[in-house]
């Protein structure tokens, strides 16, 4: 089973990601660019690679449901389709004739979705909750990856038009993430919704800038 990253651990994931700090003379700066895939580097860590194959154990029930259902589907949607290049190719075929075939087509394959989603849900968020645990510890581990690698500006490799010896640090992040997250759950409790972990992270740095912010501000006489 292929098992993606979410868009919505995508937009969390983005939420965390460090932003380095451009030294004001930056021709004097003696440390150098990377580029880093975050995505990629939470489906190389360890701790993602076993949690999946432990999905595949733990909801194997669910996944050869989805799959025995998905592919009753598949066959279906094919014979709509079948039926509907058929109406297609008759001589005297015309749009108001063939638009009942495709209406037919589109209807099923909306309503086939919708199924394979409500027979996924379990799954995709023990997925999603496995993604959430590695990505509260992405800011550290990409922090700590440039300091070893002496990068101070990290950009993302779909930023970049053109490179020349601008070095690729996924595989430090990576390395970094195996030892802050050696594992990770992948019963999600009850209550879970995907990115929520992340969510919580940052509420709780917010807060801590606001009240050292307050700290720091002089007692009113």
Do not use: C, H, W
Request: avoid cysteine; charged fraction near 20%.
């Amino acid at each position: 089973m292929k098992m993606l990253i979410k868009a919505a651990m995508l937009a969390a994931i983005s939420t965390v990601a460090v932003t380095a700090t451009v030294p004001a003379a930056t021709a004097q700066s003696k440390k150098g660019v990377a580029v880093a895939s975050l995505p990629r580097a939470i489906a190389l860590t360890n701790a993602y690679k076993t949690a999946l194959s432990q999905i595949q154990v733990t909801y194997k029930a669910q996944i050869d449901a989805r799959d025995s259902r998905q592919k009753v589907l598949q066959a279906e949607l094919q014979a709509l389709a079948v039926a509907y290049e058929a109406e297609a190719k008759k001589p005297n075929a015309t749009e108001a004739s063939v638009r009942p075939s495709a209406e037919a087509f589109q209807k099923k394959q909306a309503a086939a979705q919708q199924e394979i989603n409500q027979l996924s849900q379990q799954i995709d968020l023990a997925v999603a909750y496995v993604e959430d645990q590695i990505t509260v510890k992405l800011d550290d581990a990409v922090k700590a990856a440039m300091e070893k690698k002496n990068v101070d500006l990290l950009l993302k490799p779909d930023s970049i038009i053109a490179r020349n010896g601008t070095s690729d640090i996924t595989q430090a992040v990576v390395d970094e993430l195996n030892v802050s997250v050696p594992s990770a759950q992948i019963v999600p409790p009850a209550d879970y919704q995907p990115g929520s972990l992340v969510q919580a992270q940052q509420r709780a740095l917010i807060q801590a800038a606001q009240a050292q912010q307050s700290g720091a501000q002089p007692q009113s006489r």
